[in-house]
């Protein structure tokens, strides 16, 4: 049975989805802005940057596979609000680490991706119910959103990197605002907009989860999203570093560069929704994708730091709708959306997860520009699987 939602109660609703956006992009991008900071100050090695980011990727892929749990068990606003005080929790951890040892970090790691990984699955859900409800394309302005917590994030990183402000204090207030903030944006979701839960059995959902995986639309779906999430994820953990060690920026200005491409991101999931509506999901991901193609050649391949600063704006408006689009495809019919969505969000977090463990580790014997070829390849692979988001027939109005 669907909750029927006055007005007010659906603007309340929605903005606090908005508010975990944009805390949980805020969260993320302050500690990727700081990361050559943390390396400086432990002396890691590239591959031990790799080893420690591996903690986020392991407790963010505990938190995906927790969600819905936690979900049936708190509701989806308490949910969403526990998610990122866990998270902020574990940003504190991660600070603490960075004046004693890697050890603590990754235990912070760990704690800050398991907060993460249960709200950003707790958060796309919701924001699929908002689309549905609304009738217009809105998650990538949600993702948009999420974009807009990760510049704020960045410059922010960025203006701590320059005036010295040691990494212990600086995640230790981002920890503060997201255990403060988003427990009372929450609220309206748990008492306004928790939808009620579909009458099946544990069998039957197990079942329809399954069949989800085994799919040709879902599985072409989720390689949309898992070359996508790979370039995404991979710019999060590594473009700042990249920019430092491969084109010999400063460590400020491989912050910049960061906010350089959040900033394309931004604007891509800003104008994504009304360019989807009205030219279709498929012309718009394969642009997306080609221009992505571009910007990733010019990154890794120009021996000129400006042209490969330039680069990260095609880089970041291609990879821009990649996940969201293939959220609302993945979503199209409403009685399959819960098991499908969950299958190509896990394929699209894994990617963007895992994926940039495995760049520092091959970064460590080729060189992190060479490391990002690989990102390319997922990239093109992405395109070509493109046609899957198309609408079915049977499905349209």
């Given at each position: 049975m669907t909750i029927r939602r006055t007005q007010p109660t659906t603007r309340a609703w929605l903005g606090a989805v908005f508010i975990a956006f944009i805390l949980s992009g805020f969260g993320l991008s302050s500690w990727v802005a700081r990361i050559p900071a943390v390396r400086d100050d432990l002396q890691l090695s590239t591959g031990s940057v790799g080893l420690v980011i591996l903690g986020l990727s392991i407790g963010s892929i505990a938190g995906l596979t927790m969600a819905n749990p936690i979900v049936t068990w708190l509701g989806a606003g308490r949910a969403m609000g526990a998610a990122l005080v866990v998270a902020g929790a574990g940003l504190a951890i991660v600070g603490a680490g960075s004046v004693s040892s890697p050890a603590v970090v990754v235990v912070g790691l760990f704690v800050f991706g398991f907060g993460q990984g249960s709200c950003d699955v707790i958060m796309n859900l919701e924001g699929a119910l908002v689309e549905r409800e609304i009738g217009r394309t809105m998650l990538p302005l949600m993702h948009a959103s999420f974009s807009l917590g990760t510049v704020t994030g960045a410059v922010a990183g960025a203006a701590?990197?320059?005036?010295?402000?040691?990494?212990?204090?600086?995640?230790?207030?981002?920890?503060?605002?997201?255990?403060?903030?988003?427990?009372?944006?929450?609220?309206?979701?748990?008492?306004?907009?928790?939808?009620?839960?579909?009458?099946?059995?544990?069998?039957?959902?197990?079942?329809?989860?399954?069949?989800?995986?085994?799919?040709?639309?879902?599985?072409?779906?989720?390689?949309?999203?898992?070359?996508?999430?790979?370039?995404?994820?991979?710019?999060?953990?590594?473009?700042?570093?990249?920019?430092?060690?491969?084109?010999?920026?400063?460590?400020?200005?491989?912050?910049?560069?960061?906010?350089?491409?959040?900033?394309?991101?931004?604007?891509?999931?800003?104008?994504?929704?009304?360019?989807?509506?009205?030219?279709?999901?498929?012309?718009?991901?394969?642009?997306?994708?080609?221009?992505?193609?571009?910007?990733?050649?010019?990154?890794?391949?120009?021996?000129?730091?400006?042209?490969?600063?330039?680069?990260?704006?095609?880089?970041?408006?291609?990879?821009?709708?990649?996940?969201?689009?293939?959220?609302?495809?993945?979503?199209?019919?409403?009685?399959?959306?819960?098991?499908?969505?969950?299958?190509?969000?896990?394929?699209?977090?894994?990617?963007?997860?895992?994926?940039p463990p495995l760049i520092g580790l091959i970064g460590a014997h080729i060189g992190l520009l060479n490391a990002l070829i690989l990102v390319l390849a997922l990239v093109v692979a992405a395109g070509l699987a493109a046609p899957a988001a198309r609408r079915p027939e049977s499905l349209k109005a």
């Open positions: 701590a990197s320059k005036l010295g402000i040691p990494v212990l204090w600086h995640l230790g207030a981002v920890a503060v605002l997201l255990v403060v903030v988003m427990p009372i944006a929450a609220r309206f979701v748990a008492r306004r907009a928790v939808p009620e839960a579909p009458s099946m059995t544990w069998k039957d959902k197990t079942r329809s989860a399954i069949r989800a995986w085994i799919e040709a639309r879902v599985l072409l779906i989720g390689i949309v999203m898992l070359g996508m999430s790979f370039a995404e994820g991979s710019a999060s953990d590594w473009l700042a570093l990249a920019s430092v060690d491969g084109h010999g920026l400063t460590n400020t200005a491989g912050a910049i560069v960061f906010g350089v491409f959040v900033s394309a991101m931004t604007i891509g999931r800003i104008a994504g929704g009304p360019l989807i509506d009205k030219f279709g999901r498929v012309p718009v991901l394969r642009v997306s994708a080609a221009t992505a193609m571009v910007g990733l050649a010019a990154f890794i391949f120009s021996p000129w730091p400006a042209v490969a600063v330039a680069a990260v704006v095609p880089w970041g408006l291609g990879t821009a709708l990649g996940f969201p689009v293939g959220m609302s495809a993945a979503a199209d019919d409403p009685q399959k959306a819960a098991a499908r969505v969950s299958a190509v969000a896990t394929m699209g977090y894994l990617a963007f997860l895992a994926g």
